[in-house]
Protein backbone atom coordinates (compact mmCIF):
# COMPACT_ATOMS: atom_id res chain seq x y z
CA UNK A 1 0.00 0.00 0.00
CA UNK A 2 1.52 3.27 -0.88
CA UNK A 3 0.28 6.49 0.55
CA UNK A 4 1.22 9.96 -0.57
CA UNK A 5 0.75 13.23 0.89
CA UNK A 6 1.84 16.97 -0.28
CA UNK A 7 1.98 20.09 1.71
CA UNK A 8 3.53 23.77 1.64
CA UNK A 9 1.26 25.44 -0.79
CA UNK A 10 -0.58 28.42 -0.14
CA UNK A 11 -1.24 31.87 -1.13
CA UNK A 12 1.84 33.97 -2.29
CA UNK A 13 2.35 36.85 -4.50
CA UNK A 14 4.34 36.72 -7.58
CA UNK A 15 7.90 36.82 -6.81
CA UNK A 16 7.91 34.89 -4.12
CA UNK A 17 9.16 31.32 -3.39
CA UNK A 18 7.02 28.37 -2.18
CA UNK A 19 8.64 24.78 -0.90
CA UNK A 20 6.03 21.91 -1.35
CA UNK A 21 6.54 18.49 0.06
CA UNK A 22 5.43 14.96 -1.03
CA UNK A 23 6.24 11.98 1.52
CA UNK A 24 5.79 8.86 0.28
CA UNK A 25 4.80 5.50 2.26
CA UNK A 26 5.02 2.34 1.32
CA UNK A 27 7.32 0.42 -0.33
CA UNK A 28 8.60 -0.26 -3.74
CA UNK A 29 10.54 -3.66 -5.08
CA UNK A 30 11.69 -1.90 -7.95
CA UNK A 31 13.42 1.78 -8.81
CA UNK A 32 10.41 4.36 -8.57
CA UNK A 33 9.99 7.91 -9.64
CA UNK A 34 8.48 10.73 -7.45
CA UNK A 35 6.67 13.59 -9.88
CA UNK A 36 5.00 16.66 -9.32
CA UNK A 37 2.04 17.35 -11.75
CA UNK A 38 -0.31 20.60 -11.49
CA UNK A 39 -3.90 21.38 -13.30
CA UNK A 40 -6.16 24.03 -13.21
CA UNK A 41 -10.02 23.80 -13.29
CA UNK A 42 -10.63 23.14 -16.97
CA UNK A 43 -7.56 22.23 -18.49
CA UNK A 44 -5.21 18.78 -18.39
CA UNK A 45 -3.26 18.15 -15.88
CA UNK A 46 0.30 18.68 -16.63
CA UNK A 47 3.95 17.21 -15.76
CA UNK A 48 6.10 19.86 -13.31
CA UNK A 49 9.15 17.90 -12.72
CA UNK A 50 10.30 14.53 -11.49
CA UNK A 51 12.79 12.45 -10.17
CA UNK A 52 13.97 8.72 -10.23
CA UNK A 53 14.43 8.23 -6.41
CA UNK A 54 17.71 6.05 -7.00
CA UNK A 55 19.40 7.75 -9.18
CA UNK A 56 18.73 10.92 -8.66
CA UNK A 57 17.67 11.73 -12.41
CA UNK A 58 15.82 14.95 -13.02
CA UNK A 59 12.97 15.62 -15.50
CA UNK A 60 11.91 19.11 -15.54
CA UNK A 61 9.25 20.48 -17.78
CA UNK A 62 10.74 23.72 -20.31
CA UNK A 63 8.68 26.76 -18.87
CA UNK A 64 9.91 25.93 -14.64
CA UNK A 65 13.16 25.22 -15.76
CA UNK A 66 15.37 27.55 -13.89
CA UNK A 67 12.83 28.70 -11.20
CA UNK A 68 11.29 25.31 -10.13
CA UNK A 69 13.86 22.29 -8.35
CA UNK A 70 13.34 19.45 -7.08
CA UNK A 71 15.37 17.41 -5.27
CA UNK A 72 14.65 14.16 -2.73
CA UNK A 73 16.12 13.10 0.86
CA UNK A 74 18.43 10.73 1.16
CA UNK A 75 16.07 7.94 2.51
CA UNK A 76 14.10 8.60 -0.82
CA UNK A 77 11.14 8.62 0.53
CA UNK A 78 10.41 12.47 0.67
CA UNK A 79 10.73 15.19 -2.42
CA UNK A 80 10.62 18.54 -2.39
CA UNK A 81 9.65 20.92 -4.63
CA UNK A 82 11.48 24.90 -4.72
CA UNK A 83 8.92 27.64 -6.44
CA UNK A 84 10.84 30.71 -6.89
CA UNK A 85 9.84 33.72 -8.40
CA UNK A 86 6.40 32.28 -8.67
CA UNK A 87 3.67 33.57 -11.52
CA UNK A 88 0.33 33.93 -11.65
CA UNK A 89 0.19 31.48 -14.36
CA UNK A 90 1.58 29.24 -11.61
CA UNK A 91 -1.45 28.94 -9.87
CA UNK A 92 -2.79 25.28 -9.73
CA UNK A 93 -3.77 22.46 -7.78
CA UNK A 94 -0.03 20.59 -7.50
CA UNK A 95 -0.27 17.34 -6.99
CA UNK A 96 2.75 14.21 -5.96
CA UNK A 97 2.59 10.85 -7.49
CA UNK A 98 4.83 7.72 -7.69
CA UNK A 99 5.57 5.16 -10.69
CA UNK A 100 7.36 2.60 -10.68
CA UNK A 101 10.30 2.99 -13.27
CA UNK A 102 11.07 0.32 -15.97
CA UNK A 103 13.94 -1.98 -15.45
CA UNK A 104 16.50 -0.38 -17.72
CA UNK A 105 19.64 1.17 -16.43
CA UNK A 106 19.08 4.87 -15.34
CA UNK A 107 15.79 5.51 -16.12
CA UNK A 108 14.29 8.89 -17.00
CA UNK A 109 10.96 9.84 -15.51
CA UNK A 110 7.95 10.67 -17.78
CA UNK A 111 6.07 13.92 -17.08
CA UNK A 112 3.21 12.31 -18.42
CA UNK A 113 0.60 12.51 -15.86
CA UNK A 114 -0.52 8.63 -16.20
CA UNK A 115 1.32 7.73 -12.76
CA UNK A 116 -0.44 5.04 -10.63
CA UNK A 117 -0.41 6.42 -7.28
CA UNK A 118 -1.43 9.77 -6.54
CA UNK A 119 -1.94 12.40 -3.36
CA UNK A 120 -4.51 14.64 -3.18
CA UNK A 121 -2.95 17.75 -3.88
CA UNK A 122 -1.99 21.29 -2.39
CA UNK A 123 -3.37 24.36 -3.96
CA UNK A 124 -0.80 27.07 -5.17
CA UNK A 125 -2.41 30.52 -5.38
CA UNK A 126 0.07 33.27 -7.27
CA UNK A 127 -1.47 36.66 -7.43
CA UNK A 128 -1.05 40.02 -5.78
Known amino acids: QVHIMESGGGLVQPGDSLRLTCVVSGTFRDQYAIGWFRQVPGKEREGVSC????????NTQDSVKGRFTISRDNAGNTVYLQMNSLKPEDTALYYCAAEILPPVLRPVCQLQPNYHYWGQGTQVTVSS
Open 51 to 58: ISVIDGIV
